[in-house]
C-alpha cells in the first residue's frame, strides 16, 4: 500500500535560523497537505499543493511539490519559538479516491 | 457544529470489555475518517467514509474494530474485546468535499478520544 515517509524525524533548530523537512511517497500523488500539530493539540491545516512543481508560500513557510509528485518540501525561513511543534504531511492517490495517508512528521524543537 | 466533536475525550477501560467511540463531522461534510495516533507518531489511516458508504477500511488492525456512520452525518468507532495494545488516541476529522481537481479538501480534526487500556 502507499506509504508516505518524512525526514528528519526530529528537527533542532536555532531560533533564526532556517531548515527544511522533506515528505517522500512511494505512489504519485494527486495532491500533498501539510499539517502542524501543536504539543497536546490535534493536526491543523496549512496548505495543499496539487500542480506538479508547485511553490506556495505562507509567511515564512515555503512549500514545494515535486515534479513527479512524488515528493514534497518544507522550508522555514528565521525559525521562531513559535514554529515548535510537529509537522505532517498526508498524500491522496487518485486511486484511493479520498483516503489521505499521513508520514510520520518531522518533529521541530527551537533552541531560543 | 463549529467544529469536530469526539467523545469521550477520555476512556478508561478493562481489558475485554467493548468501547464505542464517537465522532460528530462538521455539518455537511462529505467524508469522516478514523486515524489512530501514538504517542510521537503521525496518524495512522483506519478507515473512512463517503457519506454513508464506508470507502475504505483497511488500515482497521483486525475484526475487532469497526466503523459506521449509518445517516452520513455521525459515525461511531467500535472496539470489541479491547486489548491493552489498543491504548491510543483515536482521531477523527471530517472534510467538506470528494476529491476533484484542485478544491482544498483540508481535513478539520477533532480533539480526539484517548483509550486507556488497563
Known amino acids: 500500500g502507499q506509504q508516505v515517509m518524512q525526514i528528519p524525524q526530529y528537527q533542532h533548530v536555532q531560533e533564526g535560523e532556517d531548515f527544511t523537512t522533506y515528505c517522500n511517497s512511494s505512489?504519485?500523488?494527486?495532491?500533498i497537505q501539510w499539517y502542524k500539530q501543536r504539543p497536546g493539540g490535534h493536526p491543523v491545516f496549512l496548505i495543499q499543493l496539487v500542480k506538479s512543481g508547485e511553490v506556495k508560500k505562507q509567511k515564512r513557510l515555503t512549500f514545494q511539490f515535486g515534479e513527479a509528485k512524488k515528493n514534497s518540501s518544507l522550508h522555514i525561513t528565521a525559525t521562531q519559538t513559535t514554529d515548535v511543534g510537529t509537522y505532517f504531511c498526508?498524500?491522496?492517490?487518485?486511486?484511493?479516491?479520498?483516503?489521505?495517508?499521513f508520514g510520520g512528521g518531522t518533529r521541530v524543537l527551537v533552541k531560543p | 457544529g463549529a467544529g469536530v466533536s469526539q467523545s469521550p475525550r477520555y476512556k478508561v477501560t478493562k481489558r475485554g470489555q467493548d468501547v464505542a467511540l464517537r465522532c460528530d463531522p462538521i455539518s455537511g461534510h462529505v467524508s469522516l475518517y478514523w486515524y489512530r495516533q501514538a504517542l510521537g507518531q503521525g496518524p495512522e489511516f483506519l478507515t473512512y467514509?463517503?457519506?454513508?458508504?464506508?470507502?475504505?477500511k483497511s488500515g482497521l488492525p483486525n475484526d475487532r474494530f469497526s466503523a459506521e456512520r449509518p445517516e452520513g452525518s455521525i459515525s461511531t468507532l467500535t472496539i470489541q474485546r479491547t486489548e491493552q495494545r489498543d491504548s491510543a488516541m483515536y482521531r477523527c476529522?471530517?472534510?467538506?468535499?470528494?476529491?476533484?481537481?484542485?478544491?482544498?479538501?483540508?481535513?478539520?480534526f477533532g480533539q480526539g478520544t484517548r483509550l486507556t487500556v488497563v
Open positions: 498526508a498524500g491522496r492517490r487518485r486511486a484511493a479516491g479520498n483516503k489521505l495517508t
Open positions: 467514509f463517503n457519506y454513508e458508504a464506508q470507502q475504505d
Open positions: 505512489t504519485t500523488l494527486s495532491n
Open positions: 476529522a471530517s472534510s467538506l468535499a470528494l476529491v476533484t481537481g484542485s478544491m482544498n479538501t483540508e481535513a478539520f
